[in-house]
């Protein structure tokens, strides 16, 4: 017997047996109930084993002679997380049977099933195009499931666009790490990635800026080379549907009324000096935002419509909302005189009563609200939903108001931010927040306890100022994001949870991450490659 396999996100309860528990071989099939979803994760699992082995996998209805059984049915496991993403696995007696109340665990559960294989078997073909071997299967007992229901990951693809194969490689990666939510940043000052048909120059003119910064933003020197891009519909309606399949919910957010320059630049009549501007070329908070006129409202309800209807979501919309300065608007004749009329005594008022209106329009559109914490400064609409990133404070205050609550501290949880504080470390924005330091983060921590249930989860966000490539942004994203994963699936409370368990285990899971070809950042610090500073071995 070789060693345990390094389960990860820890599951809740595990029980190792000693010797074969199953024996998977060419011929491998998959038997599974007649519930809704499962047969669809029965076609995941089967495509993800083919490639991988060079096997045929079959998969058929409920017999008494498959090797892996899916069933439908209850799993009592102490997780207080949504009960339908709960699994039992067990591989005994030449079977391996999963067992979920929901298609989404028993996802889960097949997710660990990979976990109990070799870490070959993350890779797409078989050595030399060979069928593998038959493979043992370790005796195992698993109950599972997840801690929070919102354990998420964010991409801001309008720093800097990231291609469509990154995006599905994303999924993946999220979701063989129990994540379920992938928070998409569209638009911001420096791109505008989604065309809205009643208003094409977002795309024509939004997505395509002049130039980057060279360096740190704060040196200003550009680097003289456009950038840009924009995902068609087919694209995104691609997304959505690859990642339903996996069981992650792609939540988009649309950055109102500020970082909206990118949208100013296609049509200055949004803004509020009716200036002609360009798409930003430099980093930091503009002070150009929207101007609060019906029409514009007008232009965010189309955008909106447009966004809903290719992102279903799970019902949840990101009105963004952050940084948003107010000096356009003191020197607004139409702001001034709406705050008189509203008998506003503050500019800050304007952002809740924008975001009011907007509220409004994704409650008819049977949409839940999410912003930054920035909203509650206004007063956030009711029922919307608080993402904290500027600390945890602006979550614990959403949470006293009754506010749900996804905690996003920044830092914690900012991924651009460096690993360590070491010039071998490649430019990021700022240093640093290690491993350890986001495995050892509590979302619900800082609330009181009788305000806990307001927590929905944690997100590990990652804006992409420092990062031109998918490989910087997954040199970011892990193996921090395996901590995170962790952070938001497993029992803290869990015996013998420590950080030099983990990082044991974190080490045999990068072989997984190094057989797909991630471009992580080893445990002991960034390669030459990676950090781009050589240091002779
Ligand atoms: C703040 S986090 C921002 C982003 C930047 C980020 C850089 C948030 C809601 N706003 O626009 O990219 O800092 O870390």
Same mark, same amino acid.
């Given at each position: 017997m070789g060693e345990r396999p390094a389960l990860l996100?820890?599951?809740?309860r595990v029980r190792f047996a000693d010797g074969t528990g199953a024996e998977l071989a060419d011929g491998l099939s998959i038997a599974c109930d007649d519930a809704p979803g499962f047969l669809a994760t029965a076609h995941w699992f089967r495509r993800t084993i083919e490639a991988a082995t060079g096997w045929r996998v079959e998969v058929g209805g409920?017999?008494?002679?498959?090797?892996i059984e899916l069933r439908a049915g209850r799993v009592d496991v102490p997780?207080?997380?949504?009960?339908?993403e709960r699994y039992h696995l067990r591989v005994a007696d030449g079977r391996i049977v999963v067992t979920a109340p929901a298609a989404s665990g028993a996802f889960y559960g097949l997710q660990t099933v990979r976990q109990l294989l070799?870490?070959?078997?993350?890779?797409?073909?078989p050595p030399g195009g060979r069928a593998r071997p038959a493979l043992a299967v370790g005796g195992v007992e698993v109950e599972d499931g997840p801690r929070f229901s919102w354990r998420g990951v964010h991409l801001d693809v309008s720093r800097h666009f990231m291609p469509m194969p990154f995006l599905l490689r994303l999924v993946d990666l999220a979701a063989l790490h129990k994540l379920n939510m992938l928070h998409l940043h569209l638009t911001d000052d420096q791109g505008w990635r989604v065309p809205i048909p009643k208003h094409?120059?977002?795309?024509?003119?939004?997505?395509?800026?002049r130039e980057s910064p060279l360096g740190?933003?704060?040196?200003?020197?550009?680097?003289g080379v456009p950038h840009g891009g924009f995902y068609t519909h087919a694209d995104l309606a691609e997304l959505v549907g690859y990642a339903a399949e996996r069981h992650v919910t792609v939540v988009p957010e649309v950055d109102m009324?500020?970082?909206?320059v990118a949208a100013i630049a296609a049509y200055?009549?949004?803004?509020?000096?009716g200036e002609e501007r360009e798409v930003l070329a430099h980093w930091g908070i503009s002070r150009h935002v929207l101007n609060l006129e019906e029409p514009t409202l007008q232009f965010c309800w189309d955008v909106i419509d447009e966004v809903a209807d290719i992102f279903p979501g799970g019902g949840w919309f990101h009105i963004?909302?952050?940084?948003? /300065?107010?000096v356009e608007w003191e020197e607004s004749t139409t702001a001034r005189t709406l705050m008189a009329a509203e008998g506003m005594?503050? &500019?800050?008022?304007l952002q809740g009563w924008f975001n009011a209106r907007i509220a409004e329009h994704l409650g008819g559109i049977g949409r839940t609200v999410i912003g930054w914490d920035?909203?509650?400064?206004g007063g956030a609409p009711e029922g919307s939903v608080v993402m904290s990133w500027r600390d945890e404070a602006g979550g614990v205050a959403a949470a006293e108001a009754g506010h749900d609550v996804v905690m996003t501290p920044q830092q914690w949880l900012?991924?651009?931010?460096?690993?360590?504080?070491?010039?071998?470390? /490649?430019?990021?924005?700022?240093p640093a927040i290690s491993v350890e330091r986001v495995y050892g983060?509590?979302?619900?921590?800082?609330? &009181?306890p009788e305000k806990r249930?307001?927590?929905l989860g944690a997100q590990a966000n990652l804006w992409t100022e420092?990062?031109?490539t998918p490989e910087h942004a997954e040199y970011l994203y892990f193996p921090r994001l395996c901590a995170l994963s962790e952070v938001v699936?497993?029992?803290?409370?869990?015996?013998?949870?420590s950080f030099g368990e983990f990082e044991a285990r974190l080490g045999r899971h990068l072989e997984r991450l190094a057989a797909l070809g991630v471009n992580y950042r080893p445990l002991s610090g960034p390669t030459p490659g990676q950090s781009r500073v050589w240091r002779p071995a």
């Open positions: 996100p820890q599951p809740w409920a017999t008494t002679c498959a090797t997780a207080p997380g949504p009960e339908g070799d870490a070959d078997w993350y890779r797409h073909a094409p120059r977002l795309t024509e003119v939004g997505a395509w800026r740190h933003g704060r040196d200003r020197v550009g680097d009324p500020g970082h909206m200055p009549e949004l803004g509020n000096t963004g909302g952050d940084e948003c /300065p107010t005594t503050d &500019p800050r008022q920035e909203i509650l400064e900012y991924l651009d931010w460096a690993y360590a504080d070491d010039p071998a470390e /490649p430019l990021a924005i700022c983060y509590d979302p619900v921590g800082s609330v &009181p249930h307001h927590v420092y990062v031109p699936w497993s029992d803290p409370d869990a015996e013998g949870r």
